[in-house]
């Protein structure tokens, strides 16, 4: 009998199993002593965009603050889409309230209520944004699904701890449309769901995906605690994933449990929307986590190895980043701002855990691994921003740097945090393997620092020196300096020594990867940036310039729009052949540039062919990347 079976493919039927093991799971979660706030929102409009919301939160006579959700955990930026919140209308005991905005603060609306007034009914509408832009704010829904996201359409009286404050909460969907979500449903009547109450803090920590294709597939049956994947899509035919790339989510569940040696969650419930009319992005929840991505994702080979990772990163951070979360990022609700400052942990180890987990389980190759690895290490290293601003500085910042324009990327840095902090965490993985004589490894720090006894979510906040402590229980090292100079000190160089020190060598040839391939064509740019030093949209728009480099000195910059190479109309192609036969030529490579209202040919002096990084291996030193990525449980 496989692991992997479907049991949902625009259906009914399965949600009574489902059904099932969600009340077992809810019987120990009891409210908590204050009344809950009731929550109900009809989704039957979400096709045009809209959700309808009703609120009915207890409160006293006299003045009420209530707020809007801000700082959205996993966005780590006060990114609430409060211009979509319309129609608000307030009433109290039988009369209408008026609501005012507080000057300063943007999210938070008061009210003041009559006497005899025991509770608020606050009646409000959010605009789900069209198109395909933005993050966990941006669109959400589409003719045949939609994303909910409570925080959305919540308010909260001011001074409650998230953690404290209970919801009850109602969905009306579309008809036809089923459901997945880590809420416990209590009931299903005449189109409306009622999910057992739960805390602000967990409702905004779980996301519904509904629409009219869907499909439910179980990653581990019989096992305890269970593991679900969601899709709902744009058509039915975008829900036909393979049997064996089921099975690799099977064993990267299988693999998590290897690695962390707990689990702290009651379920599990990957949730992935596949529309090319919803913002593409993944975001990390306690015991599910919200993945959307272009409607072929789960049927174009190209697309899914592209963003294979995606599933096993935002899996790992129910372990790094919600179970243990940084200590600036652990806030009571979500008007406090967030202090980025660990993001070099919450989403460095995340992405070096979660592209290991990829190969581990099966959904890449461990040359796609490497392929990538490259590639990140290679724009890292060519990055002349990396002169000016530390590592740490994208992290305290990146509330600001989530949103920067493509364009003086090179310059400016960007949410470096990730790819970086991935390549600190492989030197780190390296060092202990050397420390130890190959005894230990990262993984050992991994069940240090995030196993403990499993059980439902709680969150343990840490500091760097916790992190440090932990590391020298492992292995005993100044891992404060360490961490010191790669991440808090300014190095024109990026961090290689986890390549090295695993066998490899970052090299350079004229081949294009497979996975810059995938990514040129998904992302539709052209990227020449570790030949000529710049990269180009589809439409001939220059998105970046490398200071310093080639196309630099020959005055092409940022936002010039590329018309011709060589006196002949530009392609990407014409302009790879151009690099390639420059090689033995000595004439420059003549660009024709647009900028605004006025042309001009720049000259670039550039000879050494087209370069693309990849890995080589060093073989004077022993393989580790081949260890590191071994997985530790037997494929289903
Ligand atoms: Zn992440």
């Not at 019987?27 to 979400?46: E, F, R, S």
């Not at 609501?99 to 009646?123: C, H, N």
């Not at 720090?445 to 006894?453: A, D, E």
Request: glycine share 8%; hydrophobic share 40%; net charge negative.
């Amino acid at each position: 009998m496989p692991r992997f079976q479907p049991c949902m493919t625009r259906v009914s039927g399965c949600l009574g199993l489902v059904t099932t093991v969600w009340s077992l799971l809810a019987a120990g979660a009891a409210p908590g002593p204050n009344p809950p706030i009731q929550l109900d929102v009809d989704a039957t409009d979400a096709a045009r965009k809209v959700l309808h919301a009703r609120l009915q939160i207890p409160a006293q006579p006299g003045k009420l603050t209530l707020l809007y959700p801000k700082w959205l955990p996993g966005d780590h930026s006060p990114t609430g889409p409060i211009t979509d919140l319309v129609g608000l209308k307030m009433s109290a005991a039988g009369k209408t309230v008026e609501w005012r905005r507080d000057a300063e603060d943007m999210y938070a609306l008061v009210v003041e209520l009559p006497a005899g007034a025991s509770s608020l009914e606050v009646t409000l509408d959010y605009l789900s944004q069209p198109g395909a832009d933005g993050s966990a704010s941006g669109a959400s829904a589409t003719a045949q699904l939609a994303d909910i996201s409570w925080n959305d359409v919540a308010l909260y009286p001011k001074g409650a701890k998230a953690s404290e404050l209970q919801y009850a909460t109602t969905l009306r969907l579309p008809e036809g449309w089923q459901f997945g979500t880590a809420l416990v449903p209590a009931s299903q009547a005449s189109g409306v769901i009622h999910f057992e109450p739960v805390s602000l803090e967990t409702l905004v920590d779980s996301p519904v995906v509904a629409g009219a294709y869907s499909r439910t597939v179980d990653l581990t049956p019989g096992g305890q605690p269970p593991h679900f994947l969601h899709i709902v899509a744009d058509s039915a035919a975008a829900l036909e994933m393979k049997p064996e790339d089921g099975r690799h989510l099977s064993h990267l569940v299988a693999e998590t449990g290897a690695l962390f040696g707990a689990r702290h969650y009651r379920a599990y419930h990957f949730l992935l929307t596949l529309s090319d009319h919803v913002a593409h992005f993944g975001l990390e929840h306690h015991e599910s986590s919200d993945n959307r991505q272009g409607e072929k994702y789960l049927i174009d080979a190209d697309a899914l190895k592209l963003k294979a990772s995606l599933l096993p990163h935002e899996m790992v951070h129910s372990w790094n980043g919600k179970y243990r979360r940084p200590a600036g990022l652990a806030t009571p609700d979500f008007e406090q701002p967030m202090r980025g400052e660990l993001l070099w942990v919450y989403e460095g180890l995340t992405d070096y855990l979660g592209e290991v987990l990829t190969a581990r389980c099966g959904l890449w190759q461990a040359e796609d691994f490497r392929q990538r690895l490259a590639l990140d290490a290679a724009r890292l290293d060519r990055q002349p921003g990396r002169t000016w601003r530390p590592l740490v500085d994208t992290t305290v910042a990146a509330q600001l740097l989530y949103d920067a324009r493509k364009e003086g990327s090179s310059w400016r840095r960007g949410v470096d945090f990730y790819q970086e902090g991935a390549l600190i965490w492989l030197e780190a993985d390296v060092l202990i393997r050397q420390l130890s004589q190959g005894r230990r490894s990262l993984d050992d720090f991994c069940r240090k620092f995030y196993g403990g006894p499993s059980g439902p979510p709680r969150v343990v906040p840490y500091t760097l020196d916790d992190v440090v402590a932990a590391l020298n229980e492992v292995a005993p090292h100044d891992w404060r300096q360490f961490f010191q100079t790669r991440v808090y000190d300014i190095d024109p160089r990026a961090p290689l020594g986890g390549i090295e020190g695993a066998g490899w060598r970052l090299v350079y040839s004229n081949t294009v990867p497979d996975m810059l391939k995938s990514a040129e064509s998904a992302l539709k740019f052209t990227d020449l940036r570790f030949s000529l030093g710049l990269t180009i949209k589809e439409d001939g728009a220059v998105q970046d310039v490398i200071p310093g480099s080639p196309a630099d000195q020959a005055g092409v910059g940022a936002a010039m729009k590329l018309v011709a190479v060589n006196g002949r109309r530009w392609t990407a192609d014409l302009l790879r052949t151009a690099v390639k036969a420059a090689r033995t030529n000595a004439a420059p490579i003549e660009l024709l540039v647009e900028n605004e209202d006025y042309f001009k040919s720049c000259k670039v002096d550039y000879h050494e062919g087209e370069k693309y990084p990849r890995l080589e291996r060093a073989s004077t030193k022993p393989d580790l990347l081949k260890d590191i990525l071994k997985a530790r449980t037997p494929a289903p």
